[in-house]
């Protein structure tokens, strides 16, 4: 389960619904252009909360479908609906996902044990692994070190998708879980993460990034820190380009200059202007 898994991106039409054909045109250029070795279906890059139960579980069918046994997936199942996410850990266990993810549960502030709970009741149907999505950015909740150890005491929970700035504790579960799988989120810190010898990356900008990205992760892990440094200099350019022109939106567009159909974002996500469209084009053409 180890290596880059692009955070994959849902292609929507004008409506919000899933464009099926565009869907397939993403994972293909993932696996066959930018050559990921996996994919993280429906998380925050793909929206997965703003769609509903129906639409999560389509998207987990198209993608596998499309996949076959190419590359890794991992679903992200969390959902502040704990119902919801064990029934999506069943489906995606039925239909041959290598390994479920969960976001910590968030906008009420859950304690540690509502936490622990959150995740044992997940689990409780199924025997496929989980990875924890730790992103206290975004959920408001941050665990430290002995929280993450008392989750990884239940064996199915193999790892953690560690999306936060600390370098500190990334370290430190590091050296304390050296048997557990710890993927590095924020693509614009991955050299920092690969030398910490994390054992993979998950992102979004790996969508049109993504060999960039594995060049990134591969120097590290062989010492080749120059090297590495330069491409995560170029990397962070077009990230910050990103980031400043709209994350997904940017991202969606460019990949709609590769021929790839990554259509609109859903509402309540607004939708670029004609300025910032062409902005999008431009990085691409720059990048990609
Ligand atoms: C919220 C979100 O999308 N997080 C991603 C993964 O955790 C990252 O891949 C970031 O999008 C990326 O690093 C840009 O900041
Ligand atoms: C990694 C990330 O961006 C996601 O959860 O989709």
Known sequence: MKGLYTALMCSFDEQGNINEQGLREIVRYNIEVSEVDGLYVNGSTGENFLISTEQKKQIFEIVKDEVGDRVKLMAQVGSLNVDEAAELAQFVTNLGYDAISAVTPFYYKFDFEEIKDYYNTILEGVDTKL??????????????????????????????????????????????????????????????????????????????????????????????????????????????????????????????????????????????????????????????
């Open 131 to 288: 990875i924890i999505y730790s992103i206290p950015a975004l959920t408001g909740v941050s665990m430290n070190l002995e929280q993450f150890g008392e989750l990884f005491e239940n064996e199915k929970i193999i790892g953690v998708k560690f999306t936060a700035p600390d370098f500190y504790l990334l370290e430190r579960l590091r050296h304390a879980y050296p048997d557990k799988l710890i993927y590095s989120g924020f693509d614009e810190m991955l050299l920092s993460a690969s030398v910490l010898n994390v054992d993979g990356a998950i992102g979004s900008t790996f969508n049109v990034n993504g060999k960039r990205a594995k060049q990134i992760f591969t120097l590290a892990q062989s010492g080749r820190i120059d090297e590495a440094r330069e491409i995560q200099k170029v990397t962070n350019d077009l990230i910050s380009e990103i980031l400043e022109n709209g994350l997904y939106q940017t991202i969606k567009e460019m990949l709609e200059t590769q021929g790839v159909h990554a259509g609109y974002v859903r509402k309540p996500m607004k939708r670029l202007s004609e300025e910032k469209l062409l902005k999008a084009r431009s990085i691409a053409e720059k990048y990609l």
